[in-house]
C-alpha cells in the first residue's frame, strides 16, 4: 500500500514537473504581454518532435524556417530610415549570429547523430527563436488591443502551429530514447533516470528564470514591463523586446518540457494541447501571474492526476477544475489583481 | 430633393437599421431554408445556433466580462432538455424550457460566485467551470451517457404539431436569431445599453449614476447563459444525438472565435462571426482541399492564417471593418425648451452636506483628522489644499465612498448610502479627477447615461421598442444640458475625440442631467484653458441661481476664489481653517502651506 502510495507521489511530482515548466512559460507570456497564450502546449510539441528528429540525424525543417524568418524580420529592421550607420552594422552583425547559431546548432546534431545535448541545444535555440518570430507576427502589430483580442490571435496561431507540426513531421508518433536507460531504487519504489532527469532539469530551469529575473538588469526590465507597461516604456525599456524575451523564454521552456517528456509519452503531433492545459490549471491557481503559488499548483495537477489515474473516479477531474474557482475568489479577496482599461 | 434626402436621413438610425438588418436576416435565411439543398439546411442550423450563444457572448463582451466556458451552458440547456423529453416523459417544448431556464439558474448561481472576480480571475474562472462541466458530464454516465453521449431525442413538439422538418426548423432558429440580434441590436442604443457600455467603461462610475452594478452584470451574465441554453437545447431537438465533445472548450472558444472574428462591440457582429467562420470552413474543405489535394491540416493552417490576418488588420473584426455604413446614433433636438431644475429632495432648511469631525487612519497613517464644514442650500463651497492634503479622502467619505474611523456625515440629513447606486437617489451627483465617459459613445449618450437614475425602462422594453417616450424626455435633457455648458455643437461627436477640457465639460453635463440638488466637482478645472475656465465659474454661478449647491475640489486657487462662498482649507490632513474668500486670502497660515515656511 505504501509503496504504491509513494509510486504515485514519485509519478504526481514528475508530472508536475513538467506542467511547472508550462505554467512558468505561460506566466512569463501572460505577465509581460497580456497574451493568455493558448498555443503555449505547441510549443511542447514542436520541443518534443524537433528534438526527436534531430537526434535522430535529420535536419530540422524547423530550424530552416525560424533562420528564414530571422532573416526577414533582420531586413525588415536594418531598413528602418531613423537609424544611422553605426546601429545598421550592429542590427545586421547581432542577426548574422543569431541566425548562424540557429543554423549552426541544427546542422551539428545533423553531422553527429544521436548527440543528446547537440539535439537539445539544436532545438531549443530554434524554438525560442520561434517564439520571437511568433510575437512579431502577431502580437506586436497589436500590442495595444484588448486581452481578448490577443487570446484569439493566439488561437490561431494555434492552428498554424499544429497545422504545420504535422506537415513537416506528419503524424506517426516518433519514440525518443531517454537521457539514460533505466533507473534506480529509492527505498520501496523504483525510479526511472528519465524521471530524476525531469525533475532536476525542470528545477535548475525554475532556478536559472529566478535568478534571471531578480539578479539581471535585462531580468529587472522584464519584471518592471510586467508590472507597468507604460512605465517601463517611459523609462527606456524597449517593450518589444522584453515581449520577445518573454516569447523566447515562454517558447524555450515549454519547449524543454516536451523533449523531457518524450521519452515517456513518445513524441507525437496531438501531445501539447492536454499538457498545456495542465499547464493552464496549475497557472491559474496561483492567478496566473506569481511563480511560487504556480508552483504549488503544478504539484496539486500532477499528484490529482496520479492518483485518479491509479484510482479510476471521473469525479476527480471535476474536483480538480472546481479547486479553481475557490482559491480565486481567496486571491481575489486577498489581493485582486489590477483592471487594465483597454 | 433636400427636405427629401433630409426625411430619409432622419429615418438613418440605428432603431431603424437593426429593424432592416433583423428583417433582412430573417428573410434570407429563410429564403435558404425553403429552396436551399438539404445539406445547407443543416449547416443554416447549426451557424444559427452557434450565433445564439455567440450573441449572448457578446453582449457580456459589451459589458466587459468575457467567459471561456460558455459551452458549458448550452451543454446544460441541451442535457436538461433531451433527458427530460426522452427519459421522463416531459412534453418537447417543456423539457426544451426547463432547460433553458436550468441554465439561467446555473448562470445565476455561477455569475453570482464568479462576478466579484476581477480581472483575468474572472475568464479563468469560468474556464475552469466550463472544463469542470465537460469532466461532470463524462462522469455521470448512468445520467448522461457519459463520453460516448445519448440519442434517441424525441422531436420538438408543440401540443400535436412536430417540429420534423428541417426546413421549418431553420426558420424557428433562424427567427431567433433575427429578434435577438434586432433586439440586442436596438437595446445597445437604450437606457439598459448605455449602462452596460459604462459597466465596461468604469464600475464606480456608472454605480454613481445609480446603476446597481453588481445585478446588471448578474442580469448580463443571467442573459447570456439563458441564450447558451436556448442554443442548447435546440440543438439537442435538431440532431436527436448529443455527446460532451461539441460542449467541451473547444467549442467555447470557437464562439468566443466567433465573436471576435465577427466584432465584440455589436450583435450583429456575432451572427457575422458565426457565419464568417463556418462559411471559411465550407470554403477551405470543400474548394481548397478538393482542388489543390492538400490535407487537412493544411486548412487549419490557413484557417490560422486568416484568423490572424483578419484581426491584425481590424482587431475589432469585421464589423468594424463595416461600422461605416452603420448610422451614428442621432437624436433631433426637441424644439421645445425644458429647465432642468433641481428636485426637491432633500430636507429643507438643513445642511445638504454636514461633516463633523471626520478622520481616516490608513494603517498607521493619518490621513485626515477632525476636518468639519458643512455645505448650504445655494452655496458653493471650496475645498483646496496642497497635494496630500487629503482633499480626496475627504471627498470619499462624504460619498460615503470610504468610511471613516471617526466623526460623522449627514448627506441631505441621513448618513452616506452604503451603496454609491444610492447617491444619485439623494439627489447627488459628481464628476472625477480622472475622466471617466464612455470613449465609443456620442457625447450625447454619454450626457443621456446620466439621466439613467430617472428612467424606468430595462432590457425588454430597450429591445423592443417600449421606451420611446422615456427616451425622448431623457434626451431632451440631455440636449438641455449640452446646451448648458454650451457643448450642443459637438452632441453627436464619439466622445474619444473631445480635448480634456471638453470632456470634463461633459461630465458636468453628465451629473447635470439627474438634476443634483449637491454637485460635486473633483478638480473640474485641471486640463481647461482660461477661456473655459472663466465659462466653468459663469455655470457654476448660474446653477447656484437655479437650486445647485456645489462642493468644489480644486487646485486652481483663483478660480475657487471668483466663485465660492466658503473656503475650507486643508493642510497635511487637518482643517486649517473655514471661511469667506477674502479672510483665506489674507491668512498667513495659508500663505504659509501654500507657500511653504
Known amino acids: ?342 | 430633393m433636400s427636405s427629401l434626402s433630409k426625411e430619409l436621413g432622419s429615418w438613418r438610425t440605428p432603431n431603424v437599421a437593426s429593424f432592416a438588418v433583423a428583417l433582412a436576416l430573417f428573410a434570407v435565411s429563410s429564403l435558404i431554408a425553403m429552396s436551399g439543398p438539404r445539406y445547407d439546411v443543416t449547416l443554416l442550423v447549426t451557424v444559427g445556433l452557434s450565433a445564439v450563444a455567440a450573441m449572448g457572448l457578446t453582449l457580456l463582451l459589451i459589458a466587459g466580462q468575457v467567459s471561456l466556458g460558455q459551452a458549458a451552458f448550452m451543454a446544460v440547456g441541451a442535457y436538461v432538455s433531451a433527458i427530460l423529453a426522452r427519459d421522463h416523459g416531459f412534453p418537447a417544448v417543456l423539457a426544451l424550457f426547463a432547460g433553458v431556464a436550468t441554465s439561467a439558474v446555473c448562470g445565476a448561481i455561477v455569475g453570482g460566485i464568479t462576478l466579484r472576480l476581477k480581472g483575468h480571475f474572472l475568464p479563468l474562472a469560468t474556464l475552469a467551470m466550463g472544463m469542470a462541466c465537460s469532466a461532470a458530464i463524462v462522469a455521470a454516465g448512468p445520467v448522461t451517457g457519459g463520453a460516448s453521449g445519448f440519442g434517441q431525442i424525441p422531436p420538438l413538439s408543440f401540443g400535436r404539431f412536430e417540429l420534423v422538418d428541417d426546413r421549418a426548423f431553420a426558420i424557428v432558429v433562424w427567427s431567433i436569431v433575427a429578434v435577438a440580434a434586432g433586439g440586442f441590436s436596438r437595446l445597445l442604443s437604450t437606457r439598459t445599453g448605455r449602462a452596460i457600455a459604462a459597466l465596461k467603461t468604469d464600475i464606480e462610475m456608472a454605480g454613481v449614476f445609480g446603476v446597481n452594478a453588481t445585478r446588471l452584470r448578474l442580469l448580463v451574465f443571467v442573459v447570456a447563459a439563458t441564450l447558451a441554453g436556448l442554443s442548447g437545447g435546440l440543438y439537442a431537438f435538431y440532431f436527436k444525438f448529443i455527446s460532451p465533445a461539441p460542449f467541451g472548450l473547444t467549442s467555447s472558444i470557437n464562439l468566443l472565435i466567433a465573436c471576435i472574428f465577427g466584432g465584440m462591440s455589436h450583435p450583429f457582429g456575432a451572427v457575422l462571426g458565426a457565419s464568417a467562420v463556418t462559411a471559411l470552413e465550407m470554403f477551405l474543405q470543400n474548394t481548397v482541399a478538393r482542388m489543390l489535394g492538400l490535407s487537412g491540416n493544411v486548412e487549419m493552417i490557413v484557417f490560422g492564417v486568416v484568423l490572424i490576418g483578419v484581426l491584425l488588420r481590424w482587431p475589432g473584426g469585421i464589423w468594424s471593418a463595416l461600422h461605416r455604413a452603420w448610422p451614428v446614433f442621432s437624436t433631433p433636438r426637441p424644439a421645445r425648451n425644458i429647465e432642468l431644475t433641481p428636485s426637491k429632495r432633500g430636507v429643507e432648511g438643513d445642511d445638504l452636506l454636514s461633516v463633523r469631525g471626520i478622520g481616516k487612519k490608513f494603517g498607521g497613517l493619518t490621513a485626515l483628522h477632525d476636518v468639519s464644514f458643512s455645505v448650504g442650500a445655494d452655496q458653493i463651497v471650496g475645498l483646496i489644499g496642497p497635494n496630500g492634503a487629503g482633499k480626496s479622502t475627504t471627498f470619499n467619505i462624504a460619498t460615503g465612498l470610504t468610511e471613516p474611523s471617526e466623526g460623522r456625515v449627514r448627506l441631505m440629513g441621513a448618513p452616506p448610502p452604503s451603496r454609491v447606486s444610492d447617491l444619485v437617489h439623494r439627489g447627488v451627483s459628481r464628476t472625477f479627477q480622472h475622466v471617466r465617459i464612455i470613449p465609443e459613445r456620442t457625447v450625447l449618450e454619454n450626457v443621456a447615461f446620466g439621466g439613467y437614475a430617472q428612467g424606468r425602462s430595462g432590457m425588454i422594453a430597450g429591445m423592443f421598442g417600449l421606451d420611446q417616450a422615456e427616451e425622448a424626455a431623457t434626451f431632451a435633457k440631455a440636449w438641455r444640458a449640452l446646451e448648458i455648458v454650451e457643448l450642443d455643437g459637438l452632441a453627436h461627436e464619439p466622445a474619444s475625440r473631445l480635448a480634456m477640457g471638453q470632456a470634463r465639460l461633459v461630465e458636468v453635463a453628465r451629473a447635470l442631467i439627474s438634476r443634483p440638488r449637491l454637485l460635486l466637482l473633483d478638480e473640474p478645472a485641471a486640463g481647461l484653458r482660461t477661456g473655459e475656465k472663466l465659462k466653468l465659474v459663469t455655470l457654476l454661478h448660474r446653477l447656484k441661481r437655479a437650486g445647485t449647491s456645489v462642493l468644489l475640489v480644486e487646485h486652481d486657487m483663483d478660480l475657487v476664489m471668483n466663485c465660492v462662498d466658503q473656503v475650507v482649507v486643508l493642510d497635511r490632513g487637518h482643517g486649517l481653517m473655514t471661511g469667506l474668500p477674502d479672510e483665506v486670502r489674507r491668512d498667513e497660515r495659508v500663505i504659509a502651506a501654500y507657500l511653504g515656511t
Request: overall charge neutral; hydrophobic content about 55%; aromatic content about 8%.
Open chain 1, 1 to 342: 500500500m505504501l509503496d504504491t502510495l509513494l509510486f504515485l507521489v514519485a509519478d504526481g511530482i514528475t508530472n508536475g514537473a513538467v506542467y511547472g515548466l508550462l505554467a512558468l512559460s505561460l506566466i512569463v507570456v501572460y505577465t509581460v504581454t497580456r497574451v493568455v497564450n493558448i498555443a503555449q502546449g505547441e510549443y511542447v510539441t514542436l520541443g518534443a518532435l524537433s528534438f526527436a528528429s534531430a537526434l535522430s540525424g535529420t535536419f530540422s525543417v524547423l530550424s530552416a524556417i525560424v533562420a528564414a524568418g530571422l532573416a526577414a524580420f533582420a531586413l525588415k529592421d536594418v531598413a528602418d530610415r531613423r537609424l544611422t550607420g553605426t546601429m545598421r552594422v550592429r542590427i545586421v552583425l547581432s542577426r548574422a549570429l543569431w541566425i548562424f547559431i540557429v543554423l549552426a546548432t541544427a546542422w551539428l546534431a545533423n553531422l553527429l547523430p544521436g548527440s543528446y545535448w547537440l539535439a537539445v541545444l539544436a532545438s531549443l535555440v530554434a524554438i525560442a527563436s520561434l517564439g520571437t518570430l511568433i510575437y512579431r507576427l502577431t502580437v506586436e502589430p497589436v500590442s495595444g488591443a484588448s486581452p481578448i483580442v490577443l487570446l484569439i490571435v493566439s488561437v490561431g496561431v494555434y492552428m498554424v502551429l499544429h497545422g504545420t507540426a504535422v506537415l513537416i513531421w506528419g503524424a506517426e508518433p516518433r519514440s525518443v530514447p531517454p537521457v539514460v536507460e533505466g533507473g534506480v531504487e529509492l527505498g520501496p519504489v523504483f525510479v526511472t533516470y528519465q524521471s530524476l532527469w525531469i525533475c532536476a532539469s525542470s528545477l535548475v530551469a525554475m532556478i536559472a528564470l529566478y535568478l534571471f529575473s531578480e539578479r539581471t538588469l535585462t531580468g529587472q526590465a522584464l519584471q518592471a514591463t510586467a508590472v507597468n507597461r507604460t512605465g517601463a516604456q517611459l523609462c527606456g525599456i524597449p517593450v518589444g523586446v522584453a515581449g520577445q524575451l518573454s516569447f523566447a523564454i515562454g517558447a524555450g521552456f515549454s519547449a524543454l518540457s516536451g523533449l523531457l517528456l518524450a521519452p515517456l509519452i513518445t513524441a507525437n503531433y496531438d501531445m501539447g494541447l492536454p499538457i498545456g492545459l495542465k499547464g493552464f490549471v496549475a497557472a491559474a491557481l496561483g492567478g496566473i501571474v506569481e511563480y511560487p503559488t504556480a508552483l504549488v499548483g503544478v504539484l496539486l495537477v500532477g499528484l490529482t492526476e496520479s492518483f485518479s489515474a491509479f484510482q479510476v473516479s471521473a469525479y476527480r477531474d471535476v474536483v480538480v477544475y472546481l479547486m479553481v474557482i475557490p482559491i480565486l475568489l481567496w486571491r481575489n479577496a486577498v489581493r485582486p489583481p489590477e483592471t487594465h482599461g483597454h
